[in-house]
Nanobody, 126 residues
Framework: QVQLVESEGGLVQAGGSLKLTCTAS????????MGWFRQAPGKEREFVAA????????HYADSVKGRFTISRENAKKTVSLQMNRLKPEDTAVYYC???????????????????WGQGTQVTVPS
């Protein structure tokens, strides 16, 4: 079992930066694919970023590519999302997700994850 807790989000002006950190408790996350998703008001939850076991490979949604960076520190059982050049359309509840995998891989689909954090609100006013 893995429990995931996201750090507090917040209100950030457009063009600003914010770093979200997800901390896992329970067991090691070394063999877990990790990802970030978000859900804006009135919309379905969508993929943001994913990372492999060691962090050697990452994958991003086109809407955040070049602005967001996902990283992980397995020894600390954390995965982070550095968000730069934030836009009003980045306003959403952000969720951390984890899935045990038999090999190191990227998981971009929501239904591939079986552990989720409670979510944290990020607001970028227009």
């Amino acid at each position: 079992q893995v429990q995931l807790v996201e750090s507090e989000g917040g209100l950030v002006q457009a063009g600003g930066s914010l770093k979200l950190t997800c901390t896992a408790s329970g067991q090691t996350i070394f063999r877990f694919a990790m990802g970030w998703f978000r859900q804006a008001p009135g919309k379905e939850r969508e993929f943001v970023a994913a990372i492999t076991w060691s962090g050697g490979n990452t994958h991003y949604a086109d809407s955040v590519k070049g602005r967001f960076t996902i990283s992980r520190e397995n020894a600390k059982k954390t995965v982070s999302l550095q968000m730069n050049r934030l836009k009003p359309e980045d306003t959403a509840v952000y969720y951390c997700a984890a899935a045990y995998t038999s090999w190191s891989t990227i998981l971009p689909a929501e239904d591939e994850y079986n552990y989720w954090g409670q979510g944290t609100q990020v607001t970028v006013p227009s």
